[in-house]
């Protein structure tokens, strides 16, 4: 009798260490590997990226993200914060997504508030209005409900973003692409900065802010409300601070969180002017960029 039971023991040993042997092999190979990353940082965004394809899951997606800001760290080392994209429901649906995601910010991307940039400078150029927030301590990451989180928040700022779609027009494009591709990140602006309270009335006002994107003819091309930002862009914050959480990540005092279009993606033109204002809480805020 007791034999049977340590061979049941034994074979029951076994199959916990099958199982444990099955779960890594599994996540060793739900990543893309070091040459596909290699492939995108010395494409530099000059040429139509050839190595992703829409069959890839989000795990590989991130996985081959984390190699991707590997190198780009290595070279740069000027790491100032993180990107939260797919926040809103018309970027959802154009790229096939269903929850928003990360991608890492770096200093030397950040271009001079109305300043200029030639409209090649990478493959299929775009712009798009965003919004921007200056992380206060990394006491967010505790933070309990949106008065704390407000508390650990130093400024909100209008955003442009200037992504490189590096893909061919043909090609089928989804969100988890743009994922293994640091979602995108490639040139962007930062404008003046609103001082954040950490009261309801601050609160209900971030969900209030009218934003309007125009060129240099003075047409609109886009208003928008903050409120596109997932109801609240507090909201937007609120999903990166568990998302990060569960992954064991910090916010860090004066990281940059983009938090993600308010619109939508226009296609970035020759010898124009752009220019995205904030009206809210009393104020306007704005940035600008012109192109060459």
Not at 29 to 56: G, R, Y
Not at 178 to 185: E, K, Q, W
Request: hydrophobic residues 40%; aromatic residues 10%; glycine residues 6%.
């Amino acid at each position: 009798m007791l034999f049977y039971s340590n061979k049941i023991k034994n074979i029951y040993a076994l199959f916990i260490l099958l199982v444990i042997f099955l779960t890594f092999k599994i996540k060793a190979h739900d990543c893309l590997s070091m040459d596909v990353a290699k492939a995108i940082f010395n494409n530099e965004n000059k040429e139509p990226i050839q190595v992703l394809n829409d069959k890839i899951t989000l795990e590989e997606a991130y996985c081959g993200q984390e190699k991707l800001n590997y190198l780009i760290n290595k070279k740069y080392n000027d790491k100032i914060g993180y990107k939260v994209g797919f926040t809103g429901k018309v970027l959802q649906e154009r790229f096939n997504i269903e929850t928003p995601a990360t991608g890492v910010l770096y200093k030397h991307m950040f271009l001079e508030n109305n300043g200029t940039i030639n409209h090649k400078f990478a493959f299929r150029t775009f712009i798009e209005p965003d919004m921007l927030v200056i992380i206060k301590s990394s006491n967010i990451m505790n933070a309990k409900n949106s008065l704390e989180i407000l508390e650990n928040i130093k400024t909100i700022h209008p955003f442009i973003e200037i992504p490189s779609l590096a893909f061919n027009e043909d090609t089928v494009i989804n969100g988890n692409m743009l994922v293994a591709g640091n979602m995108l990140a490639t040139k962007m602006v930062m404008g003046n900065g609103i001082k954040v309270d950490n009261t309801e009335e601050f609160l209900n006002g971030l969900a209030n802010i009218k934003t309007t994107f125009k060129n240099k003819d003075g047409r609109v091309m886009q208003e928008a409300m903050s409120s596109n930002l997932m109801g609240n862009p507090i909201n937007v914050l609120k999903w990166l601070i568990n998302d990060f959480n569960e992954k064991g990540k910090i916010l860090q005092a004066n990281d940059r969180i983009s938090l993600g279009s308010v619109g939508k993606l226009y296609p970035l033109k020759a010898n124009e002017s752009y220019i995205y204002t904030f009206d809210g809480f009393g104020q306007i805020s704005s940035v600008s960029i012109n192109t060459n």
